[in-house]
């Protein structure tokens, strides 16, 4: 029997409820139990997606086995197998023992050689559920920061004091590119670990008010492809402030609030009436 689940706004691995952060293996682990004559073996190892996950299957599973049963998860996302035992008897047993380690983005295969010696559901619950929990258990594990991809529109006066600020953020993937249509404008592309994404928008915020500028400042974005939206623009005389956020896949949803006050201070700064 397989079982699947997948919300759509979890089509995104990277949506987990640690919000942007996971904790996975770093390596694979192995671990085995002799219950009633049959041999257990459980392999854990690191996936990222189904693809992986399967292969992970045809890599560990051995056909001459009586049982492969399995399970994997992947942010919201999982899938089990009991691969010929009794219905609910494997691979849910797995899969809850993947939830209770906490682990994410890994998947346990559980083999079984049968010893002559039947379990009944309860003893199959116990021991596929048990040998999975037990291999998570003392597995080595590392936390993984997902990164959030972000793009900034700015004029070349002000790269040299932006690059400064992200470096100070330890932005990752930093890359420009002229073809904006606008005269003296840049995009700068770049990624930030999601837990200092709104430090990051608080620092370009200081930044704009420290420049005293009316020029087009942007953070280009807000669609599906992840990126995060900030604007700050002078037009006519009268400077605007807006914030649109939607890192895609629901993997962050956030408001600013108090825009008109920030508004007001941008006005202040500049010298202008609000």
């Known amino acids: 029997m397989v079982t699947a689940s997948s919300s759509p706004s979890s089509s995104n691995p990277n949506n987990n409820r640690s919000g942007g952060s996971f904790t996975t293996l770093t390596e694979r682990v192995t671990f085995e139990r002799e219950i009633k004559k049959s041999k257990f073996i459980a392999i854990a190892g690191s996936v990222s997606d189904e693809r992986s996950a399967f292969s992970f299957l045809s890599e560990v599973s051995d ?9 994997y998860k992947v942010g919201d996302q999982y899938r089990s197998n009991d691969d010929g035992e009794p219905s609910g008897t494997a691979g849910k047993p797995i899969h809850s023992a993947i939830v209770s380690s906490g682990i994410d983005r890994v998947m346990v295969v559980v083999i079984r050689y049968f010893g002559g010696i039947k379990l009944g559901t309860g003893g199959l619950v116990r021991a596929y559920g048990g040998v999975a929990a037990e291999c998570l258990r003392n597995a080595p594990t590392c936390l993984v920061k997902s990164k959030v991809p972000m793009g900034l529109e ?16 330890h932005v990752e ?3 420009q590119d002229y073809d904006t249509g606008k005269d003296n404008v840049t ?12 430090n990051l928008e ?24 992840g990126m995060l939206g900030i604007e700050v623009a002078g037009r ?6 807006g914030i649109v956020v939607s890192v895609g896949f629901d993997i962050l949803k956030m ?8 508004a007001r201070l941008v006005l202040e700064e ?3 009436s609000a």
């Open 63 to 71: 056909p001459r086995a009586t049982h492969n049963c399995w399970a």
């Open 154 to 169: 700015v004029p070349f006066d002000l790269l040299g004091v932006l690059y400064h600020q992200l470096q100070s953020f």
């Open 173 to 175: 993937d930093i890359k």
């Open 187 to 198: 995009m700068v592309t770049f990624k930030v670990d999601f837990d200092r994404v709104q």
């Open 202 to 225: 608080e620092a370009i915020k200081k930044l704009v008010l420290e420049s005293q500028r009316k020029d087009y400042f942007e953070f280009d974005g807000g669609g599906a492809d």
């Open 236 to 241: 006519g005389g009268n400077v605007t402030f």
């Open 255 to 262: 408001e600013i609030e108090n825009l008109e006050l920030v």
């Open 270 to 272: 500049l010298g202008q």
